[in-house]
């Protein structure tokens, strides 16, 4: 064979230098190791190839580059060192068995063979075919064909050793078959790669590569050892049949996903979620309702109705271990204690306590989960919460249940019905787990500050507890027991360090907050121990004694005037008391009339049902005004003017009305109305007064206002039964059925009806 050669050592350069100057014949030998840089006789292997020089050329670098021609095979004997150069005696190998007819046969099978690898093997050129079939000797033959196979050297080195022809052919037959084998596999390879591409999955297409190559060698060690491993975790948790079945057909699919996949990563994260869901795990109720009892008393003051359904609520879910009564929904203005008294409940029964505020959510998927599409997707936050309780029968509150919004993404309220029917939660299906989970178990208590902002769909699911606010004595006394205990050891002061006059606490409660909770009141209590912690520091106060004299110091001028309704009586100025989320209000109402052309002016931000009521009003007036001293016609003279004053503030609702009335009745005759009394109550076209709810916050606005006397709808005498005995002892209520008898009870010594002829 002719091939290029390098030449880059010292030996070897003289050794060519010194052939070229005589006959241009060299020894070529291959090295046992190639990394021995001055090989000896021993690194040498003993038969060789006798060639000659066809081309000298010298590179830059100092090396050679040379053609040589390989011409007959031969035998090393001796080799000895001279002139710097190896200089060996050999012996010409003569071969034997040359061309008969087997060596022919197997020359044309090895040929066949050849042509097969060149199909698989597209890096040799295809015109050697040519040449081989032109070639008539085996030997040769063989030569040509060692020569242009892709083999280790020590394989080419043995087919130059064997003497005999025949098993110079039979051994490079088997060599090339072994070769082919290795070129199949590959292809096959190759192939799987190249219909992975063809799927517009060029990216991943070194990954695709190690799993085909994987698959062929059954090296999959790593997808085994995590297949194992969530076995395991599958037989410790001891799913449900339905479940275990779910998650083992997910495992399926998961080995057969590559590693590195987004899909295979949904699939992993989906098992993860899978078996963190406490399917079975429960902690054990306390039955034992007189403990029940001691802590809500212990935390709560007051609040006796709600305490008692709560125990009745608990005595029925004793006494059955599937509960069925209706999800408790408690109701009341801000800084109450509906949060506080869910987790009393939940200590009271032993149920870990969670929480979902439910403001601001917008998303159904929020409640539901998401669908499984995405990298991203997760369960809803009803099933997070259950994770992170690791129970499936926790007490579950789901706060601020009015204040869901509502946008294109979905309906979170219509998610909500399924979780609180109690005929259907005991197979919840979360979009992204797909799999029924049974909410029955769970204890659910929401909280709202208004019952109109409730969707009557959840509405009806649920047992309304209202909690309305507390009387000054109550706060009085919650701030002695609960808050002024808690704030001392929130602020790191000692019980002997500071105290906290009653007469004080009386008077923060009436100047300092305006609230039906005790939320302002806390802040206020903790705004003092502030202040008596760095005092105490600073000018190394042994007590601090917070009273009367001294609480401006403390927090400051007074924030609101107690009893600031007191004044002069005035002619169609009068108080009403109204509703609101966070309470009741007390609400002034004046009305003024002029000379005009018979126009109603109303203003003070009033909203459809104000307004609505200010006209029914106007059309009694109208209608009674031939009874009452009120000019005839005075509809077509005079111009009415309706002000409800903190024009700012929206105000609407349906218990205006009687005030409105009376005030329009004060202004046309022209007599003055007690400010000392208030009232609320809706009226219609007949005079008739109709009942109203909120009953005890308005009662409680008028007492924190220093009213004494308030008219109330007759049809709400059964309200005044809950009422608490402090508020009834301070302030006098009277109860009418209809206008007339206000009117009579108002201006009774007022001369304000007609004289009968």
């Avoid at 203003?603 to 609505?612: H, N, Q, V, W």
Wanted: charged letters at 30%.
């Amino acid at each position: 064979m002719i091939v290029p050669l390098f030449i880059g050592r010292k030996k070897s350069i003289i050794c060519l230098e010194l052939s070229i100057k005589k006959n241009k014949k060299i020894i070529l030998i291959s090295q046992k190791n190639s990394k021995i840089n001055e090989p000896k006789k021993k690194d040498l292997f003993k038969i060789g190839t006798i060639s000659s020089i066809l081309q000298i050329l010298k590179l830059p670098d100092g090396t050679l580059k040379i053609l040589v021609e390989g011409l007959k095979r031969i035998k090393i004997k001796k080799i000895k060192e001279k002139n710097k150069c190896l200089i060996g005696e050999f012996k010409i190998i003569k071969e034997t068995n040359k061309n008969n007819k087997k060596n022919k046969i197997l020359s044309r099978i090895i040929i066949n063979q050849f042509e097969y690898y060149l199909k698989l093997n597209n890096k040799i050129p295809q015109e050697i075919l040519i040449s081989l079939k032109n070639i008539k000797c085996c030997s040769k033959l063989t030569d040509t064909i060692a020569s242009n196979i892709q083999i280790k050297l020590l394989k080419k080195q043995k087919i130059l050793e064997l003497k005999n022809i025949k098993k110079r052919l039979k051994y490079l037959m088997i060599i090339i078959e072994s070769e082919i084998n290795i070129l199949k596999i590959e292809k096959k390879i190759r192939e799987r790669v190249k219909k992975q591409m063809e799927k517009g999955q060029k990216e991943y297409y070194l990954n695709e590569k190690i799993k085909a190559i994987q698959k062929e060698l059954k090296n999959i060690n790593n997808i085994k050892n995590e297949y194992e491993i969530i076995k395991k975790k599958i037989i410790k948790h001891k799913l449900p049949k339905k479940v275990k079945k779910k998650i083992e057909l997910e495992l399926k699919k998961f080995i057969m996903m590559q590693p590195m996949s987004s899909e295979a990563t949904v699939s992993r994260n989906y098992i993860d979620w899978i078996l963190q869901i406490p399917w079975k795990k429960k902690t054990i109720i306390i039955k034992n309702l007189n403990k029940a009892k001691k802590i809500l008393d212990k935390n709560h003051f007051g609040l006796k109705n709600i305490k008692e359904r709560i125990l009745e609520y608990l005595a029925v879910q004793n006494r059955s271990n599937k509960t069925k009564s209706p999800i408790l929904c408690f109701i009341g203005p801000p800084g109450v204690g509906k949060t506080t008294i869910c987790k009393s409940i939940s200590k009271s029964i032993g149920r870990k306590y969670i929480k979902l505020s439910l403001g601001g959510i917008k998303d159904e998927a929020e409640i539901r989960g998401h669908r499984r599409t995405y990298i991203g997707s997760m369960p809803g936050k009803i099933i997070q919460k259950i994770i992170n309780s690791k129970v499936k029968n926790p007490l579950f509150l789901l706060d601020e249940i009015d204040k869901i919004s509502y946008d294109s993404r979905g309906d979170p309220a219509s998610a909500l019905l399924e979780i609180l029917d109690i005929e259907q939660n005991n197979k919840f299906n979360d979009h992204y787990i797909e799999i029924d989970f049974d909410l029955s178990n769970v204890m659910f208590i929401s909280t709202a500050n208004s019952i109109s902002n409730i969707p009557i769909t959840l509405l009806d699911r649920m047992e309304i507890i209202k909690i309305s606010g507390y009387t000054e004595n109550e706060k009085k006394y919650i701030c002695e027991k609960y808050l002024i205990p808690k704030q001392i050891k929130n602020n790191s002061l000692k019980k002997h360090e500071i105290y906290i006059n009653k007469k004080c606490i009386i008077k923060i409660i009436r100047n300092y907050t305006k609230e039906y909770g005790v939320r302002g009141l806390d802040k206020e209590i903790s705004k003092i121990c502030r202040k008596s912690v760095k005092k105490i520091l600073l000018k190394k106060k042994k007590k601090i004694i917070i009273n009367n004299k001294n609480i401006k110091k403390y927090l400051g001028i007074k924030k609101f005037n107690y009893e600031k309704i007191k004044k002069k009586n005035k002619i169609g100025e009068i108080i009403g008391l109204a509703w609101t989320e966070i309470g009741g209000e007390i609400i002034t109402i004046e009305s003024k009339s002029i000379n005009g052309s018979g126009k109603l002016i109303y203003t003070g931000s009033l909203g459809k049902i104000m307004k609505e009521s200010i006209k029914i009003s106007l059309t009694l007036v109208r209608y009674l005004s031939k009874k009452l001293n009120i000019k005839k016609n005075f509809y077509y003279k005079k111009d009415i003017h309706v002000h409800i004053p903190e024009g700012s503030i929206p105000k609407d609702g349906p218990s205006a009305g009687i005030a409105i009335c009376t005030s329009l009745i004060s202004t046309l005759t022209n007599t003055t109305i007690k400010s000392n009394i208030a009232m609320t109550g809706e009226i219609t076209l007949n005079g008739k007064i109709i009942p109203i709810g909120g009953l005890k916050e308005k009662l409680l606005a008028a007492l924190r206002g220093g009213i004494k006397k308030v008219i109330i709808p007759k049809k709400n005498k059964n309200d005044l039964k809950k009422i608490p005995k402090e508020i009834k002892n301070n302030i006098k209520i009277y109860k009418f059925e209809n206008i007339k008898q206000i009117i009579k009870f108002l201006f009774k010594n007022k001369k304000i009806f007609k004289k009968k002829k």
